[in-house]
């Protein structure tokens, strides 16, 4: 069983900075990839970033490409997102995931991943 926290989001003006951490227990973290997700209000939830099991390698959605990074920390089984140059339409809920079916590559769908974390809310101010 894996448990996944997400914590760090909250109310900041377009043009601001947050950083999202996402604590995980449970299975050897280190050995899966993860990602983080978004769900802004009244859509449905949408690819973030994603990052490889090592850490080596990082993909993005185009819209956030440039703007967000995410990084991982074994040591410390917890997945970040840092997020510079907020704007109103990165509004959402965040979660962050686990895919504990595959130890390689990176995933950007829904469905690739069995483990959530239950969401940190992200609201950006114009």
């Known amino acids: 069983q894996v448990q996944l926290v997400e914590s760090g989001g909250g109310l900041v003006q377009a043009g601001g900075s947050l950083r999202l951490s996402c604590a995980a227990s449970?299975?050897?973290?280190?050995?899966?990839?993860m990602g983080w997700f978004r769900q802004p209000p009244e859509k449905e939830r949408e690819f973030v970033a994603a990052?490889?099991?090592?850490?080596?390698?990082?993909y993005y959605a185009d819209s956030v490409k440039g703007r967000f990074t995410i990084s991982r920390d074994n040591g410390k089984n917890t997945v970040y997102l840092r997020m510079n140059s907020l704007k109103p339409e990165d509004t959402a809920v965040y979660y962050c995931?686990?895919?504990?079916?595959?130890?390689?590559?990176?995933?950007?769908?829904?469905?690739?991943?069995?483990?959530w974390g239950q969401g940190t809310q992200v609201t950006v101010s114009s």
């Open positions: 449970g299975r050897i973290f280190l050995l899966y990839p």
């Open positions: 995931a686990v895919n504990t079916k595959d130890t390689s590559g990176f995933y950007t769908r829904n469905y690739e991943y069995d483990y």
């Open positions: 990052i490889t099991a090592s850490g080596a390698t990082t």
